[in-house]
Nanobody, 125 residues
Framework: QVQLVESGGGLVQPGGSLRLSCVAS????????NAWFRQAPGKEREAVACISANSSGASQHYSDSVKARFTITRDSARSMVSLQMNNLNPEDTGLYYC????????????????WGRGTQVTVSS
């Protein structure tokens, strides 16, 4: 059974950092592209970071809104994909989802992905 479980969300002040983690089971995580999406209240879900499969070079891709602040990494031995988020601002608030597609390259297509249930990130003073 394919399962993705996110953790690490919480409340942080502007300028702070958080590290999100997603543990996968039921499939081999690094065989496929993995991504982090977020959905802010009243807005559509957006992709923020993606890492391609190891066979495709594990290349990293970011949305313009998080580039240079967020870093996506994968630990194949632990079947985990993480998102390090630095210099957070209130616009980063949202429910963050881990997704794994069935393709080896980014972007992860939402309608063809497996999803976790999400972890809430709130950036507020």
């Amino acid at each position: 059974q394919v399962q993705l479980v996110e953790s690490g969300g919480g409340l942080v002040q502007p300028g702070g950092s958080l590290r999100l983690s997603c543990v996968a089971s039921g499939f081999t995580l690094d065989y496929f592209a993995n991504a982090w999406f977020r959905q802010a209240p009243g807005k559509e879900r957006e992709a923020v970071a993606c890492i391609s499969a190891n066979s495709s070079g594990a290349s990293q891709h970011y949305s313009d809104s998080v580039k240079a602040r967020f870093t996506i990494t994968r630990d194949s031995a632990r079947s985990m994909v993480s998102l390090q988020m630095n210099n957070l601002n209130p616009e980063d608030t949202g429910l963050y989802y881990c997704a794994a597609g069935w393709s080896t390259v980014c972007p992860v297509k939402e309608n063809l992905a497996n999803w976790g249930r999400g972890t809430q990130v709130t950036v507020s003073s």
